[in-house]
C-alpha cells in the first residue's frame, strides 16, 4: 500500500440524543427525539472523516458508542480505504453478522472512511460521490451487506477506495 494513503490514528464516538420538534407517531410509540451517534475517524495526515448513525432507541446510544471506540484497535494503523475496512471489520463479524449494534457500528465506520476518501480529493461526500457516480457507487454500508464480491469485479473502481 501507498505511504502516502492516510491511515487510521483514532476513533471517536459521541452518543447524543436530540430532541424533535414535533414528536412522530409510528405503531411502536411516539418518537420525541433522534438518538445519533457521532463519529469522527481521525488520520495520520490531519483528515477527519465524520459520519453519524441513527440508533432508534436512547438506551441503544452508550452500547453503540462505546463498540466504536472498542473496535479502534482493529483498525488502527490501518489505511483508511473503506473497501479494505469493510473486508477487516466484515471479518471480525462473521459469526456476529452485520445486523444490530455491530452493523450499526460498522456502517459509522465505513461512511466516515469514505468521508475521508471524499476529503483526500478535495470534496464534499455528496460531491465525491457524485463525481465518481461513473466509477463505482459508494453506499452506506454496503460491503456489510454481502456486497464485496460486485466490488471487486468493477474494472473501474478507485484504487484508493480498495487499499490497491
Known amino acids: 500500500m501507498d505511504a502516502s494513503r492516510p491511515k487510521i490514528r483514532r476513533l471517536r464516538a ?13 405503531a411502536s410509540g411516539v418518537v420525541s427525539s433522534a438518538p445519533l451517534v457521532l463519529m469522527d475517524l481521525e488520520t495520520d495526515q490531519g483528515l477527519t472523516g465524520h459520519a453519524y448513525v441513527f440508533c432508534y432507541t436512547p438506551i441503544a446510544l452508550k452500547p453503540i458508542a462505546e463498540l466504536i471506540e472498542a473496535l479502534q484497535p482493529l483498525i488502527q494503523g490501518a489505511t483508511a480505504a473503506p473497501l479494505v475496512l469493510a473486508q477487516k471489520l466484515q471479518g471480525r ?3 456476529l453478522g452485520p445486523q444490530g449494534f455491530t452493523g450499526i457500528a460498522m456502517a459509522a465506520i465505513d461512511m466516515a472512511a469514505w468521508d475521508v476518501l471524499a476529503k483526500s480529493a478535495g470534496l464534499s461526500s455528496p460531491d465525491f460521490s457524485a463525481a465518481k457516480k461513473n466509477r463505482f457507487q459508494p453506499t452506506t454500508a454496503s460491503a456489510w451487506l454481502g ?10 473502481r478507485s484504487s484508493w477506495a480498495s487499499g490497491a
Open 147 to 156: 456486497r464485496m464480491g460486485r466490488h471487486k469485479k468493477q474494472p473501474n
Open 14 to 26: 459521541t452518543p447524543v440524543n436530540v430532541p424533535l420538534a414535533r414528536p412522530h407517531p409510528t
Open 93 to 95: 463479524f462473521r459469526l
